[in-house]
């Protein structure tokens, strides 16, 4: 038998019976499509023509897609980002996290991790701060020198008094340069500009107390020949003195 369907105006057809029953499956025939063959009288709807059934040879629609999770690096199994731990590129579930970090600290390659700065773009960013940290010591220092007498008259007293004023400021000062912004923004000016900023090893922020004692660690990598600066170079995470003492890495974001 030979079909004829309208979808629009002009009718469409003869169709084989066969042909007929693969577009009503496919869609394109649908319950409201006016239908006609040579046994019939008139056009009618195909619903009318074969009821029930013509709901049942239609496809059924397809499901409306949930919103996707995330595939864990170490697990494979797939979870809402909201669950889940990002380190660098990789995403983690909190039942492999530990694991995670362990192949981190044991310096294991894992796909998709961080991109760790190393010597010289580190080196480059401690030149800013260093240049910023100056700047802002020598304005102190001024207004001491001032306070003291020592710009205008100064004495042996005044002098000495100046001196320790000084370098009691100047610690201070690169002290709360360097904690406040790696508690504050995970970088400081210097690392901000060169696309750099400091993390723990598991990617988490480093806390203002961290941040405090990795300052005073530095003292270590710089007085010991600057061969705790050096250590960055030759380390596969790019870590320097301070940053095994205080398990911190300097990574690209």
């Given at each position: 038998?030979?079909?004829?369907?309208?979808?629009?105006?002009?009718?469409?057809?003869?169709i084989s019976e066969e042909e007929f029953q693969n577009l009503a499956k496919?869609?394109?025939?649908?319950?409201?499509?006016?239908?006609?063959?040579?046994?019939?009288?008139?056009?009618?709807?195909?619903?009318?023509?074969?009821?029930?059934?013509?709901?049942?040879?239609?496809?059924?629609?397809?499901?409306?897609?949930?919103?996707?999770?995330?595939?864990?690096?170490?697990?494979?199994?797939?979870?809402?980002?909201?669950?889940?731990?990002?380190?660098?590129?990789?995403?983690?579930?909190?039942?492999?996290?530990?694991?995670?970090?362990?192949?981190?600290?044991?310096?294991?390659?894992?796909?998709?991790?961080?991109?760790?700065?190393?010597?010289?773009?580190?080196?480059?960013?401690?030149?800013?701060?260093?240049?910023?940290?100056?700047?802002?010591?020598?304005?102190?220092?001024?207004?001491?020198?001032?306070?003291?007498?020592?710009?205008?008259?100064?004495?042996?007293?005044?002098?000495?008094?100046?001196?320790?004023?000084?370098?009691?400021?100047?610690?201070?000062?690169?002290?709360?340069?360097?904690?406040?912004?790696?508690?504050?923004?995970?970088?400081?000016?210097?690392?901000?500009?060169?696309?750099?900023?400091?993390?723990?090893?598991?990617?988490?922020?480093?806390?203002?107390?961290?941040?405090?004692?990795?300052?005073?660690?530095?003292?270590?990598?710089?007085?010991?020949?600057?061969?705790?600066?050096?250590?960055?170079?030759?380390?596969?995470?790019?870590?320097?003195?301070?940053?095994?003492?205080?398990?911190?890495?300097?990574?690209?974001?």
């Amino acid at each position: 038998m030979e079909w004829f369907y309208a979808t629009s105006k002009d009718p469409i057809g003869p169709i084989s019976e066969e042909e007929f029953q693969n577009l009503a499956k496919q869609g394109k025939i649908t319950p409201k499509t006016l239908v006609w063959n040579s046994t019939m009288t008139d056009w009618k709807p195909y619903s009318d023509v074969f009821g029930t059934a013509a709901e049942q040879t239609m496809e059924p629609a397809a499901p409306v897609p949930v919103s996707e999770g995330t595939a864990c690096s170490e697990c494979g199994r797939t979870f809402p980002r909201d669950d889940m731990i990002r380190f660098g590129e990789s995403w983690v579930c909190g039942g492999c996290k530990s694991v995670f970090v362990q192949k981190l600290k044991e310096g294991v390659n894992v796909a998709g991790t961080w991109e760790y700065g190393g010597f010289w773009i580190r080196f480059g960013a401690k030149i800013i701060d260093g240049i910023a940290i100056g700047v802002i010591q020598w304005c102190i220092s001024f207004a001491i020198g001032i306070v003291v007498g020592v710009s205008s008259s100064p004495t042996p007293g005044g002098m000495t008094t100046f001196v320790i004023m000084s370098n009691i400021f100047n610690i201070g000062i690169a002290a709360t340069y360097t904690t406040w912004f790696l508690g504050k923004f995970a970088a400081t000016p210097g690392k901000m500009a060169l696309g750099l900023k400091v993390i723990m090893a598991d990617g988490d922020k480093v806390s203002y107390m961290r941040a405090f004692g990795r300052h005073f660690s530095e003292i270590l990598s710089g007085i010991l020949l600057c061969i705790g600066y050096l250590m960055a170079a030759f380390d596969d995470e790019k870590r320097t003195l301070h940053d095994r003492i205080c398990d911190t890495r300097v990574v690209k974001k």
